[in-house]
């Protein structure tokens, strides 16, 4: 097949998304695809020179994409294998965009990517859908508040550690764990540099687990133990800041549990193809789900490809399930 595969873009995961598009394009080339990689950051000229090689480039911005889904490279292409994350490239804008040109792509169509990158609509979902999630207060959606009444509100509601975070924002950007209320105005203000929306949670110890979904089943659940509180940024993606334990050691009816929750909240976003769903499980065995990831992660630190691996599935051939996926989805 001619594929396309997207990656970079200009969102803060940025990086993650040329690793990830790096190891996709390479394990396609060896599955015997044609294979062309764009960097949807890099300037137009650069596009035009190198267009018939395999690397290629646009600028920032729909706009380009949009030019470029004219072109004859794009007129060939079979299918677009979407390897951005965050941003225009998860949101939903970039799969609108496909949708439009009848290309076939990788994952959710446009709604599902833009309801599960926004992690209110997200936990109002999961709520009228009995999926257990921690408890909440947002700021700044339909309700003209003030920071302080928000902090009437968490301080009335939730109970102290609390998580502040952006409404939209992924690999744990703009997120603090707040232990005392002297800190929450800070929290609030820090986080409010990534989203004009944010949410606050309270927080859940216990372990951190996620589960991936695949072809409209849920894969074994990956347990991961980061050697911060948290699994942030650096334990998400230097080396040996995580230890993974995949399948999970859960007894087998909570597993069953947790993959029943992931699947029914990954068709209740309305997500499809492939995802994942992120969540704490309390030292008293509760799960609490905090978000579903619709372009998760694919380099080799990456979740879905464990959880592939502890299902019997090698990244070849878990590419070539998405593919499959994609193709089939009628849009
Ligand atoms: N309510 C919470 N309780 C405990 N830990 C949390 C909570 N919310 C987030 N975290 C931690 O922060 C990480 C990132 O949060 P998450 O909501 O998954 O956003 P993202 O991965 O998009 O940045 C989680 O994997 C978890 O380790
Ligand atoms: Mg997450």
């Not at 446009?110 to 009995?130: H, P, Q, V, W």
């Not at 339909?142 to 939730?158: H, S, Y």
Request: aromatic share 6%; with cysteine; hydrophobic share 35%.
């Amino acid at each position: 097949m001619n594929i396309i595969v997207l990656k970079g873009g200009i969102s803060s995961e940025r990086e993650v998304s040329l690793v990830s598009g790096k190891i996709i394009a390479d394990t396609l080339r060896e599955n015997q695809h044609q294979v062309t990689e764009i960097d949807t950051v890099l300037p137009m000229e650069q596009l035009e020179k190198k267009l018939d090689t395999t690397e290629n480039h646009l600028r920032r911005g729909n706009s380009n994409l949009l030019k470029l889904l004219h072109h004859d490279l794009f007129r060939n292409c079979d299918f677009v294998f979407n390897a951005l994350h965050g941003g225009e490239g998860e949101n939903g804008e970039v799969q609108s965009l496909l949708m439009m040109h009848g290309m076939k792509f990788n994952g959710s169509d446009s709604t599902g990517c833009a309801i599960s990158m926004d992690k209110i609509i997200s936990k109002l979902i999961f709520e009228r859908y009995n999926i257990p999630t921690p408890k909440w207060e947002h700021f700044n959606r339909g309700k003209e508040e003030t920071i302080e009444e928000m902090v009437r509100d968490i301080e009335k509601n939730l109970a102290y550690p609390v998580v502040v975070k952006p409404a939209n924002e992924g690999s744990t950007v703009g997120l603090t764990i707040v232990n005392q209320p002297e800190k929450l105005t800070d929290a609030i203000h820090f986080s409010r540099k990534f989203s004009k929306e944010v949410l606050v949670e309270e927080f859940i110890p216990g372990r951190e687990l996620t589960v991936a979904l695949l072809d409209n089943r849920a894969l074994p659940v990956v347990e991961i133990i980061p050697k911060h509180q948290i699994y942030d940024y650096e334990c998400k993606y230097a080396d040996g800041m995580s230890e993974y334990l995949s399948p999970a050691p859960l007894p087998q009816e909570l597993t069953r549990r947790i993959q029943a929750y992931s699947l029914l909240g990954f068709k209740a976003l309305k997500c499809s193809g492939y995802g994942r769903m992120d969540l704490r499980l309390s030292p008293d065995n509760k799960p609490y789900f905090l978000e579903l990831n619709a372009l998760p992660g694919m380099t080799s630190h990456s979740l879905v490809p464990k959880a592939a691996k502890a299902a019997g599935i090698p990244f070849s051939e878990l590419l070539e399930i998405i593919i499959e996926t994609g193709l089939r989805n009628g849009r």
